[in-house]
């Protein structure tokens, strides 16, 4: 069974820092694409950043670019999402998945959250003084 399993929720003020982690179980992690996604109150999910099978590739929401860092270690089974320079902004639930193309060529991937799968619960992250 797939799963991806979000952590690392937490409060912080702005110009801050907080990691979050997805970790995945029941499939091979390096032949999928991952994404990180978030949902704002009373906003659509949005896409933050996405990473490559091995890892050398990125591509971030000109909004989160320069600011966060999308990083993962397949031996572990786990992509990182390392957020620097907080804004209010970034409050939202946060939210891991996989491409669901198998091994899709990078430069057909999209932010769009119609082409992954494998939503879990999501883990919350509020920017607040």
């Known amino acids: 069974q797939v799963q991806l399993v979000e952590s690392g929720e937490g409060l912080v003020q702005p110009g801050g820092s907080l990691r979050l982690s997805c970790t995945a179980s029941?499939?091979?992690?390096?032949?999928?694409?991952i994404g990180w996604f978030r949902q704002a109150p009373g906003k659509e999910r949005e896409g933050v950043s996405l990473i490559s099978n091995g890892g050398g590739s990125t591509v971030y929401a000109p909004s989160v670019k320069g600011r966060f860092t999308i990083s993962r270690d397949n031996a572990k089974n786990i992509v990182y999402l390392q957020m620097n320079n907080l804004i209010p902004e970034d409050t939202a639930v946060y939210y891991c998945?996989?491409?669901?193309?198998?091994?899709?060529?990078?430069?057909?991937?999209?932010?769009?959250?119609?082409?992954?799968?494998?939503w879990g619960q999501g883990t919350q992250v509020t920017v607040s003084s």
């Open positions: 029941g499939f091979t992690l390096d032949y999928n694409i």
């Open positions: 998945a996989r491409d669901r193309i198998r091994f899709r060529p990078f430069s057909r991937a999209t932010l769009s959250d119609r082409e992954y799968e494998g």
